[in-house]
């Protein structure tokens, strides 16, 4: 999804003559604007809008040309995310955990139909069990909800569980649960914030992963 919000973003700072952060901050900031939009109603999202608006990117707009600019980060991204890609080697992770008789599943703070949409378009679907988007719960991530519910489901305890993300959000969440937390250096966002975290592990992509779980 790098790629898509990279591109989601410069072609935003150009077609409203935004004033850039740097593009790596810029890519942060919105996609903080996509997560807060793709996990709430449409209700609230317009009481929030202040909240969810609230980034460097748009200082000196008035709301509603904010609204305006992220009314197209939202639809340009989705019209790049059509045909969703995963990260290099996930679907090699999967399937060799799989093989192992680990139980998988996926907590998100997007929409479960875009999980599953996703899952579908690679026919990995099967693999997973239990899947709790931002519906599922009635708190998000870094709240424990969902890890918790995933446990209580699939029967396992926070000792036998490990949690895999690419957020600050995720490794909070994996302390509240007590349950370790992986963190994949994935771009989104900087190395050093991850490991500001202290996450139990922190790999640079998924490769790294499997090398880490001895699934070579």
Known sequence: MIDPLRETVIEGINKFS????????????VFRVLEFALTRSVADQILDSKE???????????????LRIATFFYGDFRAKTQEPK?????IDLIKKLHAKSIKLAVLSN????????TLEAYELRSY??????AAEVTKVKPDPEGLLKIMEIEGVKPKKTLFIGDMVSDIDAGKNAHIHTIAVASG??????????QPYALVSNIRELIDLFGLK
């Not at 995963?86 to 996930?90: A, H, N, P, S, T």
């Open 18 to 29: 935004l004033q850039s952060n740097g593009l790596n901050e810029d890519m942060r900031e």
């Open 52 to 66: 969810m608006l609230d980034i460097k990117l748009l200082d000196g707009f008035p709301l509603l040309k904010r």
């Open 86 to 90: 995963l990260f290099d080697g996930v």
């Open 110 to 117: 997007s929409a479960k139909k875009y999980i599953d949409s």
């Open 128 to 133: 997973f069990n239990t899947i709790l988007g």
């Open 188 to 197: 989104i966002l900087p190395r050093e914030k991850l490991e500001a975290a």
